[in-house]
């Protein structure tokens, strides 16, 4: 393209620098970085894909330097920023940010708690992200999605609340999928609620019968319950089935929940 004298604009940066994201190309990155010569270009657009890539490639410090230079950001540039910082390990900071959003006068939508919720569960959070999820419909008027349902169960589950995230599922005005099943299995082991686990395994069965991870998770609960016909049983059924040990099933702490 520069070849023949054709030169990029936003939207080719754009472009470029989603690729470098998704390959992980910081190299490549940088130098794409570096065409960008006159500030002036560095729209809201531009400099979200900018952030995105630096966090995605690893460099979360120069990904939330850029970040503070762009003026006038949208939600989801916010949004982002906010994701990037808690795949980082910096919780707390990606709570302090969803707050300095709104400061700013930036309304959050359901990406925005979704994003955050993420960031509580990731972190520990367990009371900021009751505080957050409960003020969803209450204060912003934006109706809980089964992702934002998914990390609350992660988030409870984490910190040992699997009573109150049953009680979640149970109340929430959809069907829970593996996901959310798989959370409240793993807070079953930790708890070694054998019975309880049982219950949720075969629900969570009924909904994919070929998620290895219920298998594996239940396998566990037997074992350290001491229920070794029960270990043998699901680990039968996992040969039959021709399906391989997975370490979980709870993906909400992944991909943003």
Same mark, same amino acid.
């Given at each position: 393209?520069?070849?023949?004298?054709?030169?990029?604009?936003?939207?080719?940066?754009?472009?470029?620098?989603?690729?470098?994201?998704?390959?992980?190309?910081?190299?490549?990155?940088?130098?794409?970085?570096?065409?960008?010569?006159?500030?002036?270009?560095l729209?809201? &657009?531009?400099?979200?894909?900018?952030?995105? &890539?630096?966090?995605?490639?690893?460099d979360?410090?120069?990904?939330?330097?850029?970040?503070t230079?762009?003026?006038?950001?949208?939600?989801?540039?916010?949004?982002v &920023?906010?994701?990037?910082?808690?795949?980082?390990?910096? %919780?707390?900071?990606?709570?302090?940010?969803?707050?300095?959003?709104?400061? %700013?006068?930036?309304?959050?939508?359901?990406?925005?708690?979704?994003?955050?919720?993420?960031?509580?569960?990731?972190?520990?959070?367990?009371?900021?992200?009751?505080?957050?999820?409960?003020?969803?419909?209450?204060?912003?008027?934006?109706?809980?999605?089964?992702?934002?349902?998914?990390?609350?169960?992660d988030?409870?589950?984490?910190?040992?609340?699997?009573?109150?995230?049953?009680?979640?599922?149970?109340?929430?005005?959809?069907?829970?999928?593996?996901?959310?099943?798989?959370?409240?299995?793993?807070?079953?082991?930790?708890r070694?609620?054998?019975?309880?686990?049982?219950t949720?395994?075969?629900?969570?069965?009924?909904?994919? %019968?070929?998620?290895?991870?219920?298998?594996?998770?239940?396998?566990?609960?037997h074992?350290?319950?001491?229920?070794?016909?029960?270990?043998?049983?699901?680990?039968?059924? &996992?040969?039959?089935?021709?399906?391989?040990?997975?370490?979980?099933?709870?993906?909400?702490?992944?991909?943003?929940c």
């Open positions: 393209m520069q070849s023949e004298g054709l030169l990029p604009d936003g939207y080719t940066f754009v472009s470029a620098l989603l690729a470098c994201s998704k390959l992980g190309d910081l190299e490549f990155g940088r130098y794409v970085h570096c065409l960008i010569r006159d500030w002036s270009q729209r809201v &657009m531009v400099g979200t894909a900018l952030v995105e &890539m630096y966090a995605q490639c690893g979360v410090n120069r990904s939330f330097s850029i970040f230079k762009i003026g006038n950001k949208d939600v989801f540039c916010w949004n &920023m906010i994701r990037s910082l808690a795949i980082h390990g910096r %919780a707390e900071d990606a709570i302090k940010l969803f707050w300095s959003m709104q400061k %700013a006068g930036t309304k959050p939508n359901d990406y925005s708690f979704t994003s955050t919720l993420f960031a509580c569960s990731l972190g520990g959070l367990l009371e900021e992200g009751r505080r957050i999820f409960a003020s969803m419909a209450r204060d912003y008027q934006v109706r809980p999605k089964i992702e934002h349902y998914g990390c609350m169960v988030l409870l589950c984490r910190n040992g609340q699997v009573e109150e995230a049953q009680v979640l599922v149970r109340n929430m005005p959809y069907e829970p999928d593996t996901a959310i099943l798989g959370a409240l299995l793993a807070g079953c082991k930790v070694g609620d054998v019975k309880s686990a049982e949720v395994g075969k629900r969570a069965m009924e909904s994919t %019968a070929e998620e290895s991870g219920v298998y594996a998770l239940l396998s566990s609960i074992a350290d319950a001491g229920q070794w016909p029960e270990v043998q049983e699901a680990r039968e059924k &996992m040969d039959e089935m021709k399906i391989h040990k997975t370490t979980g099933i709870s993906n909400y702490h992944a991909e943003a």
